[in-house]
């Protein structure tokens, strides 16, 4: 019996083999080649000795892979038929086989042997060594998956027993997802895992990565594919390309098989490969781009197979059981892509329209008609960087197909005309909310009478109203915001001096004036929201567009009831913004559009009645805007047109009893102080309501306090009174100084009494329990006041310190100077105005 050679042994003859092997002289000498190979049988030899012989307890792969790793070449003769059953290279399969069943270690380093031949071999020389060993794994797969099934079938099936065998099959085919392209084993798979989640409902542990779920996607059976997303949703997204390379083979197969319409052929034909149907090959692709981050996408699929993207669009121009799937593909190209798509596409943009406003009409399945309106958005988010016109040009024919052909055409259903309505509004919010803003204000005749029309219809349900609600109460806040904007900067351009006007409403200056700099200023209320759309208006003021018809339409026609507390919000927001600016308390909202405009702004009279759409073209191009004007032409007749409607439509709100339904946020301050020191009663009509609604108080020394009574407030009452201070200095405002005494007496009573830890109300002495018995109403004379506000002016507890108070009548005070200084220059042209006098 010969010596059974140890493994230092073995290690250490394999890399004088190696070193021997490496010698170029061994390639060109016959007689260096055939001692080399005469070596290499010995080893082979007692390597097989060694490793079939080793204790039950000794895997071959876990403790021994660099031996077993050159073993691996030997089974290039596995299946020729003069091999024994009982031939080393059986004996040694047949154990491997069964500690690959139990053994996660072992399937790992006999799939790293693998990988290892093909990284480091040229593919012509190796590729039928590894075909072999593919066929091997394929077989041992299956038969084991066939036993696991059958345990199952029968009942058998024991989970903590087969618990080990089970972990084992799922992490080898999830891990190396090419075993998958054999037939035989993707069906004993699908019935595999669908039978374990049934019993175990299969979920993830730790941070290894499994392609192979991604591979579950693209299987025929629709319980695979779901287990597959739920197991992929908790894996999370593809980041770069290099996590794609385990799936390359099944990709490159499904691509070719959509751009050829036939199963590449494979070398090996002994087992049945994996077949394709067209709508599984989309559904799969569909889910799996749904997992990729765009570097992943592009770098993985889009530059390996260029291809790729003209399959997607040739599909789109047809009507065959792909399209929908086409669609949604091109969706997710869109918004992975963005305009780097049509970088890479042969379709431009008006090409790729037509053709899908061409299906919309060729088709009247609304499941077909929904796809192709929610490819429109993405379609046009795609075209937002390029800055050449396409997206405004696109967006203006997608806005004349929803609101004026969808809707006269009898091949949509009335659920998908209300539909396009929704879709078309939700892409004139968004031009809206860019930043910068690009709103369609030129074609505003296309979309406005059906944003009214929106407004108005309580019937529709609330899902296909929100964007309506979203749009006008954007369109009323940017308004406000670029209207005054454009005020200020034209008294500076006409030679006003004033450098407080020129930083009109910085809101990078905010923090400079914040009281509480734990204030959460992107807190996702609605009054953030509107801080932050003024912000993107006002940058862009000098190229803004109006649409009085508009205002007209939703301000005096619709009754407040059918609109959302969050609407009312934007109003008195908006309102409050135009604080001090229009001063004529005249009350002629009630009268007619016509008869207001003709008043008001007869300059303004020819914008009035919707004009009829001819065309996608209309507002394009430089064409004149039918219903739209730019600010700058008009801004004073605009804004006093303005700031009527929202006071109208205010006194309409509070009539219909909205302030009910108000609580109180802190934030309302800074709108609250600017209404509060407006020169028109109405405005401070409805502000006074609100005020004792939401401060349950009834006179303004104890509202003033209220208003006072935190950190937050305090700081939203410096930036409302920063705004109005930089109003007051408007030539426009200074003209009419009697009307500024509002603003002197709120500000001078509210360093005097706004703190009501300072000084009790009730003082001490009867004198001043007498003067509690009256409140001031915003004029000068006391008013008798009842004693059910005094009691609640007692319980209000305020929470300012009295150095947060100091800081604030500090800050306030030094905002307020510059203002003065103005005040006392320009006002002694009205020392003998009597009006003036204060």
């Keep these: 019996m010969s010596k059974v050679v140890t493994r230092r042994e073995l290690l250490d003859k394999w890399r004088e083999i190696e070193e021997e092997d490496d010698d170029e002289t061994s390639f060109s000498d016959p007689i260096k080649r055939r001692r080399l190979n005469q070596l290499k049988e010995k080893w082979f030899s007692d390597?097989?000795?060694?490793?079939?012989?080793?204790?039950?307890?000794?895997?071959?792969?876990?403790?021994?892979?660099?031996?077993?790793?050159p073993l691996l070449?030997?089974?290039?003769?596995?299946?020729?038929?003069?091999?024994?059953?009982?031939?080393?290279?059986?004996?040694?399969?047949?154990?491997?086989?069964?500690?690959?069943?139990?053994?996660?270690?072992?399937?790992?380093?006999?799939?790293?042997?693998?990988?290892?031949?093909?990284?480091?071999?040229?593919?012509?020389?190796i590729g039928p060594l590894l075909d072999v060993l593919h066929t091997l794994d394929e077989e041992r797969i299956s038969q084991h998956l066939k036993e696991m099934n059958a345990k199952i079938a029968t009942g058998q099936y024991d989970p903590m027993q087969d618990n080990c065998e089970v972990v084992c099959l799922m992490f080898e085919v999830l891990t190396y997802p090419v075993l998958l392209d054999d037939q035989l084993l993707a069906s004993e798979f699908q019935a595999f895992i669908e039978a374990i989640d049934n019993s175990h409902e299969l979920t993830l542990a730790g941070h290894q990565p499994y392609p192979g779920i991604y591979a579950l996607l693209f299987l025929k059976s629709r319980r695979a594919r779901s287990i597959g997303l739920r197991l992929a949703g908790h894996m999370g997204k593809l980041r770069e390309s290099s996590d794609l390379d385990p799936l390359q083979p099944l990709l490159k197969k499904c691509i070719g098989f959509l751009e050829a319409d036939i199963v590449p052929s494979t070398t090996d034909a002994s087992r049945p490969r994996l077949q394709l149907d067209h709508i599984t090959v989309w559904l799969g692709i569909k889910a799996l781009l749904g997992f990729l981050e765009p570097p992943a996408f592009e770098e993985g699929i889009l530059d390996r197979y260029p291809i790729f993207l003209s399959i997607v669009l040739n599909h789109i121009s047809d009507d065959s059981l792909e399209f929908s799937h086409a669609v949604n593909c091109l969706r997710f190209l869109?918004?992975?892509?963005?305009?780097?798509?049509?970088?890479?596409?042969?379709?431009?943009?008006?090409?790729?329209?037509?053709?899908?406003?061409?299906?919309?009409?060729?088709?009247?399945?609304?499941?077909?008609?929904?796809?192709?309106?929610?490819?429109?958005?993405?379609?046009?988010?795609?075209?937002?960087?390029?800055?050449?016109?396409?997206?405004?040009?696109?967006?203006?024919?997608?806005?004349?197909?929803?609101?004026?052909?969808?809707?006269?055409?009898?091949?949509?259903?009335?659920?998908?005309?209300?539909?396009?309505?929704?879709?078309?509004?939700?892409?004139?919010?968004?031009?809206?909310?860019?930043?910068?803003?690009?709103?369609?204000?030129e074609c505003a005749h296309m979309w406005g009478p059906s944003l009214v029309n929106s407004l108005k219809d309580s019937s529709l349900h609330s899902s296909l109203r929100q964007p309506a609600f979203d749009l006008i109460q954007t369109v009323v806040v940017s308004d406000a915001s670029a209207l005054v904007t454009s005020l200020l900067n034209f008294q500076?351009?006409?030679?006003?001096?004033?450098?407080?006007?020129?930083?009109?409403?910085?809101?990078?200056?905010?923090?400079?004036?914040?009281?509480?700099?734990?204030?959460?200023?992107?807190?996702?209320?609605?009054?953030?929201?509107?801080?932050?759309?003024?912000?993107?208006?006002?940058?862009?003021?000098?190229?803004w567009m109006c649409v009085p018809m508009l205002w007209s339409d939703v301000?005096?026609?619709?009754?407040?009831?059918?609109?959302?507390?969050?609407?009312?919000?934007?109003?008195?927001?908006?309102?409050?913004?135009?604080?001090?600016?229009?001063?004529?308390?005249?009350?002629?909202?009630?009268?007619?559009?016509?008869?207001?405009?003709?008043?008001?702004?007869?300059?303004?009279?020819?914008?009035?009645?919707?004009?009829?759409?001819?065309?996608?073209?209309?507002?394009?191009?430089?064409?004149?805007?039918?219903?739209?004007?730019?600010?700058?032409?008009?801004?004073?007749?605009?804004?006093?047109?303005?700031?009527?409607?929202?006071?109208?439509?205010?006194?309409?709100?509070?009539?219909?009893?909205?302030?009910?339904?108000?609580?109180?946020?802190?934030?309302?301050?800074?709108?609250?102080?600017?209404?509060?020191?407006?020169?028109?009663?109405?405005?401070?009509?409805?502000?006074r309501q609100i005020l004792e609604h939401v401060s349950a108080t009834r006179d303004l020394t104890s509202g003033l306090q209220f208003l006072c009574g935190s950190p937050f407030s305090l700081s939203a009452i410096i930036l409302g009174l920063r705004h109005a201070l930089k109003l007051a200095q408007l030539d426009c405002i200074l003209s009419n100084f009697q009307h500024l005494h509002h603003l002197f007496f709120v500000l001078c009573k509210l360093l005097k009494d706004g703190n009501s830890s300072s000084k009790s109300i009730l003082g001490h002495s009867q004198n001043a329990v007498d003067l509690s018995k009256f409140s001031s109403q915003g004029g000068f004379l006391r008013?008798?006041?009842?004693?059910?506000?005094?009691?609640?002016?007692?319980?209000?507890?305020?929470?300012?310190?009295?150095?947060?108070?100091?800081?604030?009548?500090?800050?306030?005070?030094e905002l307020s100077w510059i203002s003065i200084r103005k005040f006392l220059a320009e006002g002694k042209s009205f020392k003998d105005h009597k009006p003036s006098q204060v």
């Design 47 to 69: 390597a097989f000795n060694l490793l079939i012989y080793l204790p039950d307890e000794n895997h071959i792969w876990c403790g021994d892979w660099d031996l077993m790793g």
């Design 73 to 125: 070449e030997t089974f290039y003769n596995y299946f020729q038929e003069n091999e024994r059953n009982d031939s080393p290279l059986k004996l040694l399969w047949t154990r491997i086989s069964k500690e690959l069943r139990c053994c996660t270690k072992c399937i790992y380093q006999h799939h790293q042997g693998q990988e290892m031949y093909e990284k480091e071999y040229d593919p012509d020389l």
């Design 334 to 441: 869109f918004e992975m892509l963005g305009c780097k798509l049509w970088l890479r596409a042969t379709l431009s943009p008006s090409v790729m329209r037509n053709t899908l406003l061409g299906q919309c009409f060729h088709t009247r399945s609304e499941k077909i008609h929904k796809e192709i309106f929610d490819l429109f958005s993405p379609f046009l988010q795609s075209l937002e960087a390029l800055q050449d016109g396409e997206h405004e040009k696109q967006r203006r024919h997608f806005l004349y197909f929803l609101l004026h052909q969808v809707t006269v055409s009898s091949n949509f259903s009335s659920l998908m005309r209300k539909k396009a309505c929704q879709i078309a509004l939700f892409i004139i919010y968004r031009g809206y909310m860019m930043n910068p803003p690009s709103p369609p204000f």
């Design 492 to 543: 500076l351009l006409q030679g006003s001096g004033s450098t407080m006007i020129a930083d009109f409403d910085n809101e990078e200056d905010d923090e400079e004036v914040l009281l509480d700099h734990n204030i959460d200023r992107d807190d996702g209320s609605c009054w953030n929201c509107f801080r932050l759309q003024s912000r993107i208006a006002s940058r862009v003021f000098k190229g």
């Design 555 to 687: 301000l005096v026609d619709i009754d407040p009831v059918l609109l959302p507390l969050s609407f009312a919000k934007a109003v008195f927001w908006s309102l409050s913004r135009l604080s001090m600016v229009e001063v004529d308390n005249s009350t002629e909202v009630h009268l007619s559009v016509r008869s207001c405009s003709q008043i008001w702004a007869p300059e303004l009279s020819h914008l009035y009645g919707w004009k009829i759409p001819s065309g996608y073209h209309d507002g394009g191009d430089g064409a004149e805007s039918k219903n739209s004007i730019i600010i700058s032409k008009m801004c004073l007749p605009l804004l006093r047109t303005f700031k009527r409607l929202l006071t109208h439509y205010s006194v309409r709100m509070e009539r219909g009893e909205i302030k009910r339904q108000w609580t109180w946020e802190p934030v309302i301050s800074g709108s609250l102080i600017l209404l509060l020191v407006d020169s028109n009663d109405t405005a401070r009509q409805v502000c």
């Design 783 to 813: 008013q008798p006041s009842s004693d059910s506000s005094v009691n609640n002016v007692n319980e209000y507890s305020s929470v300012v310190s009295s150095d947060l108070w100091e800081k604030f009548c500090y800050i306030l005070s």
